[in-house]
């Protein structure tokens, strides 16, 4: 069983949809969890970071940690064709650099 | 801000030859500096970790190998490459302190081992 499971794609959904991306993971101890958003041949960027659980807002996106179930979701409002790249979830535990990665969701908004 | 170069963008070669990819930061100093390597269709895999110059964290058993000769210089280097290397190489570094567990990428090297 992989430490963390991600649906690998495609999810195509039209433009101006509510996107909902998720990972589940299987370590209890993890804490801080990220999101990564990754465009075709470029390196990823941090999109969202959150601590424990609980949600965050950034504009369109809404990070959300559920650790009682060890399932983490990245929602995306109002979907733009620019949305479309692959999306990375990444955890790790307290005081450690290495973070776990799951293997990404390739997302494609249709105009 | 700080800025993290890549080169070369792409690369062919052929099974048997050296490697030697470079990464150079900009805009901060002393970081904690990564590489990974990312397959096609799969999350990406730490190779190696540097908390300073000459420090060398090696996180997988592979042919490859890491320096750090300068503090933002870091170069991942293999005598003989495998099919196997192949895949997109990303030099990272962490955002230190607290954060050191917030990083932000390169734009990675793309290499074709044929």
């Known amino acids: 069983q992989k430490e963390v499971e991600q649906d690998p794609g495609p999810l195509s959904v039209p433009e101006g949809a509510i996107v909902s991306l998720n990972c589940t993971y299987s370590n209890s101890a993890f804490q801080y969890f990220m999101w990564y958003r990754q465009y075709s041949r470029k390196g990823p960027e941090l999109l969202m970071y959150?601590?424990s659980s609980g949600n965050k807002e950034d504009g369109r996106f809404t990070a959300q940690v559920d650790k009682s179930s060890k399932y983490i979701s990245l929602f995306i409002r109002d979907s733009q064709p620019s949305d479309s790249a692959t999306y990375l979830c990444?955890?790790?535990?307290?005081?450690?650099?290495?973070?776990?990665w799951g293997a990404g969701t390739k997302l494609i908004i249709k105009p | 801000s700080q800025t993290i170069h890549q080169w070369p963008a792409t690369l062919v070669q052929p099974v048997g030859s050296p490697l030697s990819l470079e990464c150079t930061v900009e805009g901060t100093s002393n970081p904690n500096l990564y590489w990974y390597r990312q397959a096609a269709g799969r999350g990406l895999q730490l190779l190696f970790y540097?908390?300073?110059?000459?420090?060398i964290s090696s996180e997988v058993p592979q042919n490859l190998s890491a320096s750090r000769p300068q503090d933002r210089q870091f170069i991942l280097s293999s005598k003989k490459l495998l099919l196997s290397d192949s895949g997109f190489y990303l030099c990272a570094l962490d955002g230190g302190g607290r954060s050191y567990n917030e990083q932000f990428f390169g734009p990675g090297t793309r290499l074709t081992v044929l």
């Open positions: 990444a955890m790790t535990l307290d005081s450690n650099y290495q973070l776990i």
């Open positions: 959150t601590y």
């Open positions: 540097s908390v300073g110059i000459g420090q």
